[in-house]
């Protein structure tokens, strides 16, 4: 072990590795965007394509990451620039940075507004007697020039509490605690659902395929779903990877990781769609889902407000261990390549997400009527998703897939994922495949799709 690997920080045991790998995909996409994904391409028909894109690009992309952070452990800059000298392959860490800070300013908005919805819930503010209020009720709030500001604020200090105490001690320490606690309440969430009067329902909705469902839009959405779940181009996994231990088995890994990502995800849907379908309401999109339809439902179930407060306390558990990992990136290259202390890292990321979680609060309330030259409204929030989810991500992801089977040397490749030889890997040939050719293809569809090409 080199001096850099001893002085450099590493998760402490394998029940860390695990808990931060899959705090860091478990997030509001998978309670809220997987519902209102296979709610909109044909719930049963839509998991089966979701499953398949899970197995066949998740995975052997998710492996890729691991190996190229623990390979060079380094942060997103240093590992291309350690693995391939020659070229401007380290240029692709700007793209990952750029991407976190992105994806956290507007992140960091829709996690305030589980805090603010998750108080409204303990001092019983919220309306549980006239469901109709909902929606005005959320649109006052997050149009007010103030409150969403407030509690993106707040928010970002909690991510910033964690991410300041280290890798140890702060990120793996929470993801222990908090992945359970996560896991927990999903579980009594399903519980409920499961003894709703048409709980067979949405069960048969969400786990019976119609194949005749199956179209190019249904598997296009679901690659797209399978990416962005598992946090994949962004280079949160690959930080993550360079704090593995030589003895971590990155396939395995990899495959836990996504599995209980995917099982999230499908405890989601057990949630909702028996939920749904039993008080006559389907899934819609994005912030409504949550804010609107489920405190619905809630108002018609014995003990309203208990609900609500859960719910809501699952979506920020969610919410954190997303955005710890996610701030890791920007953090990590500080640290590293500019030579900064954790604190003065932590304190710079924190300011610039700031400025752009201000920005994209203020999306909903006082630039709701502003516009840039006359040519388009300043919509912050909408800008910053679409650029990050739909160009900067597949980008990210698409190059990781052809650096690692194309670029990156097979003996190392074999090396890492196999610890020198020390497991067997059986489906080493299958990942090479995948990593050359079915993961940058269909990154690419969704790439095409995600900025409306077809």
């Given at each position: ?44 028909a839509f998991l089966i394509c979701y ?279 920007s953090i990590a290259f500080f640290t ?119």
């Open positions: 072990m080199t001096s850099e690997d001893k002085n450099r920080a590493q998760f402490a045991t394998r029940l860390g590795i695990i808990a931060t790998t899959v705090g860091s995909a478990v997030g509001l996409g998978n309670i809220w965007r997987f519902p209102y994904e296979a709610g909109n391409n044909g719930g049963g499953l398949l894109c899970i197995i066949l690009l998740g995975i052997p992309v998710l492996c890729a990451e691991f190996a190229i952070g623990r390979t060079s452990r380094s942060n997103i800059f240093g590992a291309f620039h350690q693995l391939k000298a020659s070229g401007k392959w380290h240029w692709m860490g700007y793209i990952g940075i750029l991407a976190s800070i992105l994806i956290l300013s507007f992140y960091s908005v829709v996690a305030g507004w589980t805090m603010e919805y998750m108080y409204q819930s303990i001092v019983g503010r919220l309306n549980f007697t006239e469901i109709d209020a909902f929606h005005n009720q959320f649109a006052s709030f997050s149009s007010s020039n103030w409150r969403p500001i407030l509690w993106t604020v707040l928010f970002l200090l909690c991510n910033y509490i964690i991410v300041v105490r280290g890798v140890k001690k702060g990120i793996e320490k929470m993801s222990n605690l908090m992945m359970p606690a996560l896991f927990i309440l999903l579980i009594i969430f399903c519980i409920n659902s499961l003894m709703m009067p048409k709980a067979h329902e949405g069960l048969r909705f969400l786990f019976t395929p119609d194949f005749s469902k199956i179209t190019p839009k249904v598997i296009v959405s679901a690659l797209g779903q399978a990416f962005f779940s598992l946090s994949l181009g962004l280079g949160t996994m690959m930080t993550y990877g360079s704090y593995f231990s030589k003895d971590t088995r990155i396939v395995r890994s990899a495959t836990i990781t996504a599995s209980l990502d995917t099982l999230v995800a499908i405890l989601a849907g057990i949630i909702i769609f028996p939920a749904v379908f039993s008080f006559g309401m389907s899934p819609v999109q994005g912030p409504a889902l949550v804010f609107e339809v489920l405190p619905s439902i809630f108002a018609q179930m014995p003990g309203a407000q208990i609900w609500s407060i859960l719910f809501f306390f699952l979506l920020f558990l969610a919410s954190l261990t997303s955005t710890i990992s996610m701030s890791e990136v590293e390549e500019k030579k900064m202390s954790r604190a003065k890292a932590s304190t710079i990321n924190l300011i610039i997400v700031l400025c752009g979680g201000v920005l994209s609060a203020l999306s909903f309330g006082y630039f709701s009527d502003k516009s840039f030259l006359g040519l388009c409204r300043l919509d912050f929030f909408s800008f910053f998703d679409f650029t990050s989810s739909n160009v900067l991500l597949p980008l990210g992801g698409m190059l990781i897939s052809i650096f690692a089977g194309w670029i990156l040397e097979r003996s190392r490749l074999k090396d890492t994922l196999t610890n020198n030889g020390r497991i067997g890997v059986s489906t080493f040939p299958l990942l090479v495949f995948c990593l050359k050719y079915v993961a940058p293809l269909g990154i690419f569809l969704i790439f095409l799709f995600g900025i409306g090409f077809f």
